[in-house]
């Protein structure tokens, strides 16, 4: 048995979901430690630094690649920076766990890859929702064929977010899109996760609520390689207050349908439901989605190989949200090679 090896963390872009989440989750990780911290502002890294326990902060990205206890890099910039900071980590041989998105466009996705696969890096994109254990189950019961054959799938990630001017996620120039590059994101690599290539898409991509550049309502349908359709749904315009209806997956097939909400439980509680002629089964879970992230990591490292979810995987996603959005543009389906 391979012995797991403890990765010294920097994290590039200490903000809001680094707090919240994965410095946390480094925290109680017993394979992770939390070395070094970057944010613009030096108070602000130091004030980061001191509450998650790590060793060293920096504001700028270059002094914390050349940290030389830093094994490997956890990237949740905004958007427009994943491509410059993966660059920047693959030339320092720093191995990288990049946020979602990739990268605002498919082309800086494919430097990033590259860049990563020439330094000879372990690089991984951080879509957390496949380590969910209610997802992990789904796919288990979708290939099992508890269900029969699938067909179709619903698939809805929305909120509310009023215009904001301080806020990144609004700017194109920053996020490259709105509700459906940071949440459509989830759900294409989730759904790919379940079912496969994604071949072909059609969409609607507007700004019907607000007066910010980005879309705040966004629907999509997609067609895999298999047949399956997917309708997919991310919208800032909406206010449901209840998240089974605002963060949930159905899946139907010929036998069955599988229910299942919240998406984005950071722990994989909530509820997934498999109903059948025989009967309902309901299955609880509690587990880190971002503990199994960094576990996974970690093996890869100490393997040689490559993790669970690729820069590849990002790359393909990265795709498939570029065809919706052209989709919605030139009005017409967009097949995706």
């Known amino acids: 048995m391979i012995q797991i090896p403890t990765v010294r963390w920097g994290i590039i872009g200490a903000g809001d979901i680094a707090h919240r989440v994965m410095a946390p989750a480094m925290r109680e990780s017993e394979c992770s430690q939390l070395v070094a911290v970057m944010r613009r502002s030096m108070e602000g890294a130091e004030e980061f630094a001191n509450e998650h326990g790590a060793r060293r902060a920096y504001d700028d990205v270059e002094k914390l690649l050349q940290d030389p206890e830093v094994d490997a890099v956890y990237i949740a910039t905004p958007v427009d920076q994943h491509c410059p900071n993966t660059l920047a980590a693959a030339n320092r041989r720093k191995h990288v ?14 430097a990033m890859l590259e860049a990563c696969s020439r330094a000879g890096i372990t690089a991984m994109t951080c879509y957390y929702q496949r380590f969910n254990a209610r997802h992990q189950k789904i796919k288990e019961i979708v290939e099992r064929g508890d269900i029969g054959k699938v067909s179709a799938v619903r698939w809805n990630f929305s909120g509310r977010s009023p215009a904001n001017p301080d806020a990144w996620s609004q700017d194109p120039a920053q996020s490259g899109g709105g509700p459906y590059m940071d949440l459509g994101s989830h759900g294409v690599d989730l ?130 949200v570029a065809a919706v959005y052209e989709s919605s543009r030139i009005g017409r389906v967009v097949q995706i090679r």
């Open 97 to 110: 766990l990049c946020e979602k998105p990739l990268a605002l466009d498919v082309s800086k996705a494919e």
């Open 191 to 320: 759904l790919r996760f379940f079912f496969g290539k994604i071949v072909a898409v059609t969409a609607f991509v507007d700004t019907v609520v607000e007066d910010y550049a980005v879309e705040d309502t966004a629907s999509s349908l997609l067609r895999f390689a298999n047949g399956i359709q997917a309708v997919a749904t991310a919208h800032w315009s909406t206010a449901d207050p209840d998240e089974n209806r605002n963060s949930m997956i159905e899946i139907l097939g010929t036998e069955g349908v599988i229910h299942s909400y919240p998406l984005h439980d950071k722990f994989s509680r909530g509820h997934l439901s498999v109903a059948t002629g025989g009967g309902e089964k309901s299955y609880q879970f509690e587990e880190s989605t971002h503990l199994k992230v960094l576990k996974e990591f970690a093996a890869a490292l100490a393997e040689g190989g490559e993790p669970a979810i690729t820069i590849e995987d990002g790359l393909e996603a990265q795709r498939v």
